[in-house]
């Protein structure tokens, strides 16, 4: 596998474009930490870390509204192993119009565009979620 963070996003969009109540991915911390910025925002639900050594894996457990749409309506890989995209603090856009998140790696880990922003950090912009 080239590139696990688009694996990722892949694997939530086709669990949620069938209805499933979770979704499982091999472990890894950059994974967790983004399913738990998910969580966090509200895109996903319980976030597990569940198996020991060699075996370990992310339970999410997906979100959907009342009328049975899901929560996330798109996930975007920004910056791939091919190119990386970078941006300064003071580059870095809300997305949707404030209504989605993009998830920055910067200096002091990651975090969404309004927390970088806040923090005056750049960093690498890994993806968008709306």
Same mark, same amino acid.
């Given at each position: ?31 967790? %930490? #983004? ?6 925002? @509200? ?6 870390? +569940? $198996?020991?050594? *060699?075996? =370990? ?33 003071? %580059? #870095? ?6 209504? @989605? ?6 200096? +002091? $880990?990651?975090? *969404?565009? =309004? ?16």
């Amino acid at each position: 596998m080239t590139d696990p963070i688009t694996d990722m996003l892949n694997r939530i969009k086709n669990a949620q474009a069938v209805f499933r109540q979770a979704v499982i991915l091999p472990f890894s911390k950059m994974k967790y %930490e #983004i399913a738990m910025i998910l969580q966090k925002q @509200g895109f996903v639900g319980e976030v597990e870390k +569940k $198996g020991r050594h *060699t075996k =370990k894996v992310i339970k999410i457990t997906l979100k959907y509204s009342k009328e049975k749409e899901p929560l996330i309506s798109g996930l975007k890989r920004i910056s791939k192993p091919g190119q990386r995209i970078y941006a300064a603090a003071k %580059e #870095i856009k809300p997305v949707r119009g404030g209504y @989605g998140i993009a998830i920055i790696s910067t200096s +002091k $880990g990651l975090m *969404t565009d =309004k927390e970088a922003r806040k923090k005056k950090l750049g960093g690498e912009v890994i993806c968008e979620v709306w």
